[in-house]
């Protein structure tokens, strides 16, 4: 993530540093400049490299769907993740997928579309989407998606989310896209999910 790649960039510029001083030592004053550039050049070149062995995002995606959404309100969906260790940041998305503000206080999770982050990881680590509508029989239908770069973290806190979800939406379902598992119901993950998330080992 960005932390590591700063780390990891800092500890190269610096060690090249060192070696352009060992180089320099007794010569004139305008000879110093050498390791100055020499570490602040490795800096940039190793972040560049860094960034580029990272792992790529994985897209996990859940398509949910239940009899009707009832009156439940975003709030109450960040508070139960909230009740798990996760500190989530919510904001609203737009048509076109573009984060706006977050929800009013009173916002309904009916026709939610929602992006959620933990407020300490790093922004690299990916994020969750929730989109929530109601469709001509007055069904809830949606998706709840995981922008992952591998460690899992946010695939776990969808999979939380979709347990969560299931407590405020009576008879909830959701099955993973591209996946062998039949649709089940979303109260089944209780007994799967650990009681404090694994993934919070990573912040």
């Known amino acids: 993530m960005a932390a590591q790649r ?10 090249a540093f060192a070696l352009g001083l060992l180089l320099v030592i007794g010569r004139p004053i305008p000879f110093y400049v050498l390791p100055v550039v020499l570490g602040v050049a490795t800096y940039l070149l190793s972040k560049r490299l860094r960034k580029g062995t990272e792992a790529a995002i994985t897209r996990h995606d859940y398509a949910i769907a239940a009899p009707r959404i009832g009156p439940g309100r975003v709030r109450e969906l960040a508070a ?9 940041m919510v904001v609203t998305l ?18 939610a579309q929602l992006k959620l ?17 109601n469709d001509d029989s ?3 239908v949606g998706f ?3 922008d992952d770069t591998g460690p899992g ?24 896209m591209g996946g062998k598992d039949d649709r089940r119901a979303a109260g089944s993950l209780k007994g799967e999910l650990p009681a404090r998330p694994y993934g919070l080992g990573l912040l």
């Open 6 to 15: 700063n780390v990891f960039a800092l500890a190269t510029a610096g060690t």
């Open 80 to 88: 139960k993740l909230g009740e798990h260790g996760y500190e989530p």
């Open 94 to 111: 737009d048509a076109l997928g573009q984060p706006g503000p977050p929800p009013a206080e009173e916002a309904p999770l009916a026709g």
């Open 117 to 133: 982050v933990d407020r300490r990881a790093d922004a690299d680590l990916g994020l969750v989407t929730v989109r929530l509508r």
């Open 138 to 140: 007055g069904a809830l």
């Open 144 to 146: 709840v998606e995981a």
């Open 153 to 176: 973290f946010y695939d776990e806190m969808a999979q939380f989310l979709i347990l969560a979800l299931g407590q405020l939406v009576t008879d909830l379902t959701f099955v993973k």
